[in-house]
T-cell receptor, first 113, second 110 residues
Framework: DARVTQTPRHKVTEMGQEVTMRCQPI?????VFWYRQTMMQGLELLAY????????DSGMPKDRFSAEMPDATLATLKIQPSEPRDSAVYFC???????????FGPGTRLTVT | RKEVEQDPGPFNVPEGATVAFNCTYS??????FFWYRQDCRKEPKLLMS???SGNEDGRFTAQLNRASQYISLLIRDSKLSDSATYLC???????????FGAGTTVTVRA
């Protein structure tokens, strides 16, 4: 049963620290998405890649967030420096070409104190 | 105005009841529509697509009204396992970007 995996599942850090979240998309999927979910804003698209190339990162605060795909099996989302308002659940999702068929990972629950 | 708006609920219904709820979208040029389901503290999962002619998947029926810019989801003979948050999802430009509503919470009680 192929699944998207994300690490870490939980992260508590202090304001100002760097946070790196990792995602392994489903093998063979060529589209990868990063979302953030909070109670106030719901699910927001931060960035997405197709064939490892960034297609859109307009939802991401550019000054502190960065997203990369070093290879087809790894996507990363970094926050530097982190702030309390970054506290949220960060989901990675992958897909194979049909826009709506996105398979979500279990999420990284980030708390910044 | 948000791109996709939903009644947050919660809808509390007894087992076996029918529950229905809508969502509205702002962009009349939106291309495709879906319902995702999210269980508490879990990831969203695709429940079903919504087609112009309406479609069913077991106990679930989805409808699209382009003129009024809303989609609906109806759950018949609800089960305890249907308790979840249902996310209305719209694909605005037929690219890979999905716009998610904030979700409608349904609680089915025994």
């Amino acid at each position: 049963d192929a699944r998207v995996t994300q690490t870490p599942r939980h992260k508590v850090t202090e304001m100002g620290q760097e946070v790196t979240m990792r995602c392994q998309p489903i093998l063979g999927h060529n589209t990868v998405f990063w979302y953030r979910q909070t109670m106030m804003q719901g699910l927001e698209l931060l960035a997405y890649f197709r064939n490892r190339a960034p297609l859109d990162d307009s939802g991401m605060p550019k000054d502190r967030f960065s997203a990369e795909m070093p290879d087809a099996t790894l996507a990363t989302l970094k926050i530097q420096p982190s702030e309390p308002r970054d506290s949220a659940v960060y989901f990675c999702a992958s897909g194979s070409g049909t826009p709506h068929e996105q398979y979500f990972g279990p999420g990284t629950r980030l708390t910044v104190t | 105005r948000k791109e996709v708006e939903q009644d947050p609920g919660p809808f509390n219904v007894p087992e076996g009841a029918t529950v229905a709820f809508n969502c509205t979208y702002s962009n009349s040029a939106s291309q495709s529509f879906f319902w995702y389901r999210q269980d508490c503290r879990k990831e969203p999962k695709l429940l079903m697509s919504v087609y112009s002619s309406g479609n069913e998947d077991g106990r679930f029926t989805a409808q699209l009204n382009r003129a009024s810019q809303y989609i609906s989801l109806l759950i018949r003979d609800s089960k305890l396992s249907d308790s979840a948050t249902y996310l209305c999802v719209v694909n605005m430009r037929n690219d890979y970007k999905l716009s998610f509503g904030a979700g409608t919470t349904v609680t089915v009680r025994a």
